[in-house]
C-alpha cells in the first residue's frame, strides 16, 4: 500500500489496486464528444411536451421555442428523466440520490489515484434512503484532491449539509492523516440519477414506439455514457448491440398494484 499511495494511513489491512482505472474531467470530455458527433445544439430550450402520432408513435418534442419533429426521441434527461418519461405516458422510476464533493486546494501528487474505502462498496448497493458516508479520496493532474461520497435520497434538497461535509472531511483525514491540514477551497452537491436495482434505463420503449431512453445511471454516468451511445446508436440504426441490452429495458419496472 505504501508503495502505491505513500500518504495513506499506517496500519490498512491491504487494498485492490485496478490497473485499469482512468479520470476524465467531465465537462471536458462531454465538449469533446459534442464536438465530434456534428449535434446541433438547442441550449436552453426545455422539453414541455412530447408529441405523439395518431398511433400513439413518438414524433417530437414540444419547447417554449417551438416544435422539434423527429422520428425518435432520447430521454437522456438524468436526475429529471422520470418527468421527461410522464410527458410521454411512461413511468420510468428515476429518484435523486444527493452526493456532496470537497475539493480541496491544488496539491503536489499527495494522492495518485481515486483510493476508497471498501464499504464505499456497500453503500453504492444499498437501497437505504438514509445518508450513508464513505472516504472517496481522488487526487487530480490539475492539484485538487476531490473527497467524496455521500449517498442520501432527499429530493431535490439543495441545502449545504454541515454534517454531511464533516463527515466526508473526518473520513478522508482519517484514510489520508496529511489531508488534515489542507484547506478545503469549495463543496458542490449533485443528484445522481437512482432506479431502483441501480441499473439505468437504456434503449427503446415499447409503450412509446419512438421514444428511447439514456438515464438512471446514477454514480457511474459519465464512466457509463460511451458504452450508453454505443447502444442507443445501435438500437436507432437496428444495428447489431455491443452488449446485450436486456437488463437495462426501461418498462422493466412493472407498477404493483397494492396487495
Ligand atoms: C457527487 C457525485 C459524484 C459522482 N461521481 C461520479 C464518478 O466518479 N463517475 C461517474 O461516472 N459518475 C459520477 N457521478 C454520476 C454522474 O454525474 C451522473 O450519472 C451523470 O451526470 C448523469 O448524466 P446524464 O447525462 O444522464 O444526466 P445529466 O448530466 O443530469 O444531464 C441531464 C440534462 O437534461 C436536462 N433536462 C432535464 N429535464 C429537461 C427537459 N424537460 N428538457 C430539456 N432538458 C432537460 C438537464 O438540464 C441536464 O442538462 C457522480 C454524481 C454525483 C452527484
Known amino acids: 500500500l505504501h508503495d502505491a499511495e505513500p500518504h495513506l494511513a499506517a496500519g490498512l489491512a491491504g487494498g485492490v489496486l485496478y490497473p485499469q482505472d482512468a479520470q476524465v ?3 471536458l470530455a462531454a465538449a469533446h464528444l459534442l464536438r465530434a458527433s456534428g449535434a446541433r445544439l438547442h441550449l436552453g430550450a426545455e422539453v414541455t411536451a412530447v408529441l405523439r402520432g395518431p398511433g400513439g408513435a413518438v414524433r417530437g418534442v414540444r419547447t417554449p421555442r417551438g416544435d422539434l419533429l423527429a422520428p425518435a426521441v432520447v430521454n437522456a434527461t438524468g436526475t429529471w428523466a422520470g418527468e421527461l418519461a410522464a410527458l410521454a405516458g411512461v413511468t420510468v422510476p428515476v429518484l435523486p440520490r444527493r452526493g456532496f464533493v470537497l475539493v480541496t486546494e491544488p ?4 494522492v495518485r489515484r481515486k483510493v476508497y474505502a471498501a464499504d464505499y462498496v456497500a453503500d453504492v448497493a444499498s437501497d437505504s434512503a438514509a445518508l450513508q458516508t464513505s472516504a472517496v479520496v481522488e487526487g487530480t ?7 467524496g461520497a455521500s449517498r442520501e ?8 449539509s454541515v454534517e454531511v461535509i464533516r463527515r466526508l472531511a473526518a473520513r478522508a483525514a482519517a484514510l489520508f492523516p ?8 469549495r463543496a458542490y452537491q449533485g443528484f445522481r440519477p437512482y432506479l431502483p436495482d441501480h441499473l439505468p434505463a437504456i434503449g427503446p420503449d415499447p409503450r412509446a414506439p419512438g421514444l428511447l431512453h439514456a438515464c438512471g445511471h446514477e454514480g457511474a454516468g459519465i464512466g457509463l455514457a460511451p458504452a450508453t451511445g454505443q447502444l442507443i446508436a445501435a438500437a436507432l440504426t437496428a444495428t447489431p448491440a455491443p452488449l446485450d441490452a436486456a437488463p437495462f429495458r426501461p418498462d422493466r419496472f412493472v407498477e404493483r398494484s397494492p396487495a
Do not use: E, K
Open 25 to 27: 474531467q467531465p465537462a
Open 178 to 185: 496529511v489531508l488534515a491540514g489542507v484547506r478545503v477551497m
Open 153 to 160: 435520497r432527499v429530493g431535490f434538497d439543495r441545502t449545504l
Open 141 to 147: 493532474p490539475a492539484g485538487p484532491v476531490l473527497i
Open 107 to 110: 496539491l503536489p501528487r499527495v
